[in-house]
């Protein structure tokens, strides 16, 4: 029998902040379909458009993904989403609105800081 | 007819599907080693913008070189599989990857990475599964496009008219390969498994009409694998992007440019070590690793035509100025079969040899829905003209020899 071995990928090789491609892209908007589904208070809020790398893509789809299955989950409580775990989309919707300055992902942080 | 007892013993069909990364791009350098594997000689070539000969190179890397992401839409693929040819008489000739690449950077140096593929020694995991079962020379992407109408063929036999990246929503009477196995009487059990929450899947039209009933995580794959509660059909899908998660950094693994191949090639290999470390799994399963479409890197094998599959993309959405009909495969990707039921070593005729066959993502659903429902008409007519692939599981006893993959 044969055994091969597989290196292991350079540290190097992650790069959340690498601009996000067109695939990526298309996830996130066929995503936000999805995330308009769900009843208002579920949704996420976040401005798509401003989603420019990977690690903010991740943790809108994160956000999103685990949104559609909790509201989904037959017969279990719904669980709360989980908070922003690493990367702070750099706009939400609370950004868009005119005149408003605090930006909602700056106001989360803030809240998790002091939750620890 | 008896059943092989390759198919007697046959269980579960797990797909692993891969992104963006041509045939020859990865598995071309094994024809030195076996002539009948339809790969590179050395001496294709396309033409740069002024008719300069751009050979194919031994010198692909696995990160920062195909950077921008190569043309992958269907304007950019018809340029790469016609040579720039728009006339009604035209024929493929996979002679425009250079000049399409050259229109994204405008540097002729650069375009001619799109040539590249890589040595064996550097793919240890895809290289290995290719020779050590079976390897198909003619499988091909469904559509000449992107990621989300190539993949709507692996799941529902049929884009729905679609040839690019919008989401697109199912219409009857075709259902997806998950809609008919688990609606079936007897019910059957199939799930999607991605990657992570911060990965999901690409299948979003499943997931809108779905959610959790058909979808499970990679981690649910693995404890699937382990507890032996795989469903009879899987579809696995990579890792699509690099982010952290509780174990610390998660690096893609799908393989899309400008993704690290190396971790591609090792969810590869982990997808095998979680099936092979089942010994009854193990037995009882064929798992296919396929990539998707072949991300506007170069192939010299040109797409044959194939049978329309009832729809119509406009002018409009083809941005070629022509309808299309659906009358014609996408550039061809890597495609294996593996199961302690192949031969060692088979080569699946392709596209120009004798006695060659052809596959394309509908031919996922065609297998699938053969083995496990028999009978079933509500299908794409391209899904009821694709070839199938599990008479390849030939062995009269099984195998004892299967490679094995040491992660470090």
Redesign the interface.
């Known amino acids: 029998m044969v055994v091969i071995r597989v290196p292991k990928t350079p540290a190097n090789a992650m790069n959340p902040n690498r601009p996000i491609s067109k695939l990526l892209r298309n996830q996130i908007e066929h995503l936000q379909e999805a995330e308009f589904r769900l009843p208002a208070d579920k949704q996420t809020n976040i401005y798509i458009n401003a989603i420019k790398t990977e690690g903010e893509a991740a943790e809108y789809i994160r956000q999103v993904t685990e949104r559609i299955h909790s509201a989904a989950a037959p017969g279990k409580p719904k669980r709360k989403p989980a908070k922003t775990k690493t990367f702070k989309i750099a706009a939400s919707a609370a950004s868009k609105r005119k005149g408003k300055t605090k930006s909602k992902p700056k106001s989360r942080a803030k809240t998790k800081k002091k939750k620890r | 007819m008896a059943l092989s007892p390759g198919l007697q013993n046959l269980k579960h069909i797990v797909v692993l599907m891969m ?1 963006n990364r041509s045939f020859d791009h990865m598995l071309g350098a094994l024809k030195a080693t076996d002539p009948l594997i339809d790969g590179l000689t050395g001496n294709e070539s396309n033409p740069d913008l002024n008719g300069a000969e751009v050979k194919v190179k031994p010198e692909a890397l ?2 920062s070189q195909l950077d921008p ?1 190569p043309d992958h839409h269907f304007p950019g693929v018809d340029l790469q599989i016609f040579g720039g040819d728009t006339s009604d008489t035209r024929t493929a000739n996979m002679q425009g990857f250079v000049k399409s690449y050259f229109q994204q950077r405008r540097d002729a140096k650069h375009a001619a990475k799109i040539m590249y593929y890589f040595t064996p020694d550097k793919l ?2 895809l290289t ?1 599964l290719a020779q ?1 079962f079976a390897v198909f020379n003619g499988w091909f992407s469904s559509i000449p496009g ?3 109408c190539n993949r709507a063929f692996a799941h529902y036999g049929t884009s729905f008219g679609k040839v690019g ?1 919008d ?1 697109f929503y199912v219409k009857e009477p075709f259902q997806s390969i998950y809609d008919r196995l688990v609606t079936a009487t007897p019910k059957r059990t199939s799930k999607l498994y991605y990657f ?7 299948e ?1 039209v499943n ?2 009409q779905h ?3 058909l ?1 499970g995580t990679y981690d649910q794959f693995i404890a699937d694998c382990n507890s032996g509660n795989l469903p009879q059909y899987s579809f696995v899908e990579p890792n ?5 998660g509780d174990a610390g ?1 998660i ?2 693994s799908d393989q ?1 440019p ?3 191949v ?2 591609g ?2 969810f590869i ?1 982990s997808v095998y070590n979680a099936i092979r470390d089942n010994p009854d799994l193990w037995k009882s399963t064929a798992l296919l690793v396929v990539y998707d479409e072949h991300g506007g890197i170069y192939d010299h094998v040109p797409p044959p035509k194939c049978m329309p599959d009832g729809f119509v993309a406009s002018p409009n959405d083809t941005g070629t100025g022509k309808e299309f009909r659906f009358d014609r495969l996408g550039v061809r990707v890597p495609a294996i079969l593996i199961s302690l039921w192949v031969l060692n070593g088979t080569v699946v005729k392709g596209a120009g040899e004798a006695g060659g066959r052809i596959f394309e993502h509908a031919s996922i659903p065609a297998t699938v829905t053969d083995f496990f429902l028999g009978d079933y008409d509500q299908r794409s007519p391209r899904e009821k003209a694709a070839d199938t692939f599990l008479d390849l599981l030939t062995l009269p006893t099984m195998r ?9």
Not at chain 2, 240 to 244: G, L
């Open positions: 992104e696995f990160q992401d240890p995991v290995t050590e992107p990621t989300i990246m989401l992570d929450q911060a990965s999901s899947t690409m979003i997931l809108l959610q959790s009933e979808f699509y992007n690099d982010h952290d950094a690096i893609a899309h400008d993704h690290h190396q971790e090639e090792r290999a004892d020899d299967a490679p094995e993959f040491q992660l470090d």
